[in-house]
């Protein structure tokens, strides 16, 4: 009975709290010069929820104009490439990106089936016809491993 009452008022207090995660950012090559900065990543809900919408939100700064290109992402799990996906950088931000502050965000839908854990994410930014990478940057995230969690963020 004393554990129902622990789960039932730690679930309430993370209903209750902030669902917003920031996340620290490392870029793929420490000493590139980028033409895109990444300052930071937030993640809402945090951790994420299996089955739920998670989104994530880039906040980065272009030295230059951009007017379109790729996104290329990866997702490794314990070391292991588990999922790759290209999108066109215009479905996620507003094109042309004016050199100055913008935000990327991506939303997905985790399968129920997602093992629980911390994964790393790497995300490559591409130029429309050059191919110039123009940021590369990894964060972990981490997938919620007790079933309240979906219960305290619905």
Partial sequence: MA????????SFLLSTSALTQATDVHYCD???DYDVKVSGVEISPYPIVKGKPATFSI?????????????VIDVSYFGFHIY???????GKTSCPISSGD??????QVLPGFTPPGTYTLKM?????????????I?????????PFEAIAYN
């Fill in 84 to 90: 790759s996906e290209t999108d066109d950088i215009c």
């Fill in 102 to 107: 913008f935000i990327i965000s991506h939303s």
């Fill in 59 to 71: 906040s980065a700064s272009a030295g230059k104009a951009v007017s379109g290109g790729k996104l």
């Fill in 138 to 146: 990894t964060f972990d995230f981490s997938i919620g491993f007790f």
């Fill in 3 to 10: 554990v129902l009452r622990f789960l039932f008022a730690l």
């Fill in 30 to 32: 420490k000493k590139g």
């Fill in 124 to 136: 490559t930014m591409l130029e429309d016809g050059s191919n110039d990478q123009l940021t590369c």
